[in-house]
T-cell receptor, first 111, second 108 residues
Framework: SQTIHQWPATLVQPVGSPLSLECTVE??????LYWYRQAAGRGLQLLFYSVGIGQISSEVPQNLSASRPQDRQFILSSKKLLLSDSGFYLCADGRMNTEAFFGQGTRLTVV | GIQVEQSPPDLILQEGANSTLRCNFS?????LQWFHQNPWGQLINLFYIPSGTKQNGRLSATTVATERYSLLYISSSQTTDSGVYFCAGSQGAQKLVFGQGTRLTINP
């Protein structure tokens, strides 16, 4: 099965600073990639979804953006972080009729 | 899109007890998974189970697709079973939608 790599594992950033979280997939090609955010230890909110290079679907209006410059690379970004952007960010590869796999996540604290 | 409802939201048990966690879907799904989130936040795949029954050690799961629900059974609970359990589903190539989770606490 594939492996989802995320880094960094933890991040503390000041309000107003930029953000770049990277997710790369190993062991497969043409993944369907997701960014989720988990706040308050419960519930995963879907942020972005991508079925291919340059194809991004945004689920909720927010201060974040996503890009997919390569088949197995998915990047979550912000130009200016808000306190409300704090949370646990998870990247996943999930396709129709197959099991989805998650990375180990990035815990972001905006101070 | 589909809605996913999990019950109970919280469950506290003594070590050795059995438990049943439930997941209801608002519409039919063809992808259905159960996950365990460990204390470090990592989502551990438990079962991929769009229909039928599967077992893995002390854990088993059953999905009744026609009635749009799935059950996760944990037998002879251990303290290491503690954590949050999530179910998630999708329709076709649509995005994977999660329930709000069941927080399981197993006391020694």
């Amino acid at each position: 099965s594939q492996t989802i790599h995320q880094w960094p594992a933890t991040l503390v950033q000041p309000v107003g600073s930029p953000l770049s979280l990277e997710c790369t997939v190993e062991g497969t090609s043409n993944p369907n990639l997701y960014w989720y955010r988990q706040a308050a230890g419960r519930g995963l909110q879907l942020l972005f979804y991508s079925v291919g290079i340059g194809q991004i679907s945004s689920e909720v209006p927010q201060n974040l953006s996503a890009s997919r410059p390569q088949d197995r690379q998915f990047i979550l970004s912000s130009k200016k972080l808000l306190l409300s952007d704090s949370g646990f960010y998870l990247c996943a590869d999930g396709r129709m009729n197959t099991e989805a796999f998650f990375g180990q996540g990035t815990r972001l604290t905006v101070v | 899109g589909i809605q996913v409802e999990q019950s109970p939201p919280d469950l506290i048990l003594q070590e050795g007890a059995n438990s049943t966690l439930r997941c209801n879907f608002s519409d039919s799904v063809n992808n259905l998974q159960w996950f365990h989130q460990n204390p470090w936040g990592q989502l551990i795949n438990l079962f991929y189970i769009p229909s039928g029954t599967k077992q893995n050690g002390r854990l088993s799961a059953t999905t009744v697709a026609t009635e749009r629900y799935s059950l996760l059974y944990i037998s002879s609970s251990q303290t290491t079973d503690s954590g949050v359990y999530f179910c998630a589903g999708s329709q076709g190539a649509q995005k994977l939608v999660f329930g709000q989770g069941t927080r399981l606490t197993i006391n020694p």
